[in-house]
């Protein structure tokens, strides 16, 4: 009767119990709703047109915005010929290791003509982070940003800017990235490298037919802009400069830093980073630009992307002045850069770093080569940690642990090589066979973890950057050379160290991290080089389920993917 009342009294009742529902919700506690479909697009880059994976036929895909505190549900239909997963990289994913989506570690892939729905919830986390597939290469096209805002009412701590911009920086291939990937594996080679580099999926004027694939953006003198900036480039980490511009760090991965201004930035594969640019210089046309850091001796796409940074009411005829990157083996610069970066460690935003350390994990990167019948000198390139080439399951280890299925891994992961060397002395050429397993690493829940991950120079020394999923960490110590357990860890930073979900680990050197293992899963760590990864370089944490409530892996949606 009530009801037949309600509707009855016509709409402006029910827009006043709507208005009513809307105040009665917290207003953290926002839903928003995202419908994905993959689909094959034709897209025309540099003179070469060809059909991508795409998100809602987007290149680069839709911008996520959330807050702090939202419930974030993403239905992803695949409509293409290819089996699909997307990851939401840098979301903690609390207890929900089902959202995570890395193909095969925590969910089956999506198969043609099937949807998943994504649902989680955003807990503590602000700023810059993004979303990609997590299957094969198909990241090079099918990836966007993530933008989360604090918490209604809660300001930046650094002055707000005007306006914001997301700048994605990429990769673009002329032929099927697929092919190219087969092409190389078949050969026991890395594939070819890319043909640019692209920002909003656009390589900009310095490359042939690309007058008109160039992104701008429009500034206003005196006023502040706010950069959020992702490497979702596959192999490349990416110098990025404003010509004529300083730029201020604000933000990394997510997490706030203590600012400080700089003329260029470097950023890794998977990486996000907040400057602010102030547009004060004379009115005019500035490139921003990115081309990738390399200091080992290794072939990299080493073109220049741009885009435009135009003063309002400057004609387009005006042309735009190139910054000063660093050069491309600029070690010197990387180095530094990375020392100046520094959580803001606020009372609102503390760096709560693990003093006490309850297990010490030491695992060499290495690369290697395996017999290979069918590839063209009967070797392939394989890559390894502890010496440990990881082999994919053929079903998701979030399940094979949740519902204690035996033979998908055993939980065996070594804490240190199986035998110690001198890891960054001449190049190692002979005894490059690694051993191949689906091997991962236990950890009791609510630990705290020190993990050093030392470079080797098995063939040659390289930049690795190392992405953990489900967890920040702090990266409390680098160096060049072998890391010494006696002398290194006396100099880490315990009270400001910077806070990521992806670090650089320099070339021919060390990085050490710690992080709380309180999110209770099986969580993908590996190198964020596709090529790496594809050889191997990677393996998973299985953090057990704690005692109290909220401690436990929840239970898997009914829509999960069958294997």
Known sequence: MAMGKILSSGPILLFLLYLVALVSLPADAAVKRYQFDVQVKNVSRLCHAKPIVTVNGMF??????????????????????????????????FCNGWADGPAYITQCPIQNGHSYTYDFNVTGQRGTLWWHA?????????????????????????????RETD?????????????????????????????A??????????????????????????????????????NDELFFAVAGHNMTVVEIDAVYTKPFTTQAILIAPGQ?????????????????????????????DNKTATAILQYKGIPNTVLPILPKLPLPNDTAFALSYNAKLRSL????????????????LFYTIGLGINPCPTCLNGTRLSASLNNITFVMPHIGLLQAHYFNIKGV????????????????????????GTTLGTRLSK??????????????????VESHPFHLHGYNFFVVGTGIGNFDPAKDPAKFNLVDPPERNTVGVPTGGWTAIRFRADNPGVWFMHCHLELHTGWGLKTAFVVENGKGPDQSILPPPKDLPPC
């Not at 606020?346 to 006490?356: C, D, G, R």
């Not at 891994?409 to 490059?432: E, H, I, K, S």
């Not at 950890?443 to 040659?460: G, K, M, P, R, Y």
Request: hydrophobic content about 40%; overall charge neutral.
């Open 272 to 300: 996000t980073t907040n400057v602010l640019v102030q547009a004060n210089q004379a009115p005019g046309r500035y490139f921003m630009a990115a081309r990738p850091f390399m200091d080992a001796p290794l072939t990299v």
């Open 197 to 234: 580099h692209t920002i909003n999926g656009k390589p900009g004027p310095l490359f042939p037919c690309s007058e008109k694939h160039t992104f701008a953006m429009e500034v206003e003198q005196g006023k502040t802009y706010l950069l959020r900036i992702i490497n979702a480039a596959l």
């Open 167 to 195: 700048i994605v920086l990429g990769e673009w291939w002329n032929n099927d990235v697929e092919e190219v990937v087969k092409q190389g594996n078949k050969l026991g080679l890395p594939p070819n490298t890319s043909d």
């Open 134 to 162: 997590h299957i094969f290469w198909l990241r090079a096209t099918v990836y966007g940003a993530i933008v989360i805002m604090p918490k209604q009412g809660t300001p930046f701590p650094f002055p707000q800017p005007y």
């Open 345 to 360: 460690n606020s009372p609102l935003y503390p760096a709560n770093v693990p003093l006490k350390v309850d297990r010490r």
């Open 409 to 432: 891994y055993t939980a065996d992961f070594p804490d240190r090589p199986p035998q110690p060397f001198n890891y960054t002395g001449a190049p190692l050429t002979a005894n490059l």
């Open 60 to 93: 680069p895909g839709p911008t996520i915005y959330a807050r702090d505190g939202d419930r974030v549900v993403i239905n992803v239909t695949n409509y293409a010929q290819y089996n699909m997963s997307i990851h939401w990289h840098g979301l903690k994913q």
């Open 443 to 460: 950890i009791a829940f609510n630990s705290t973890v020190e993990l050093v991950l030392q470079d080797t120079n098995l063939l040659t």
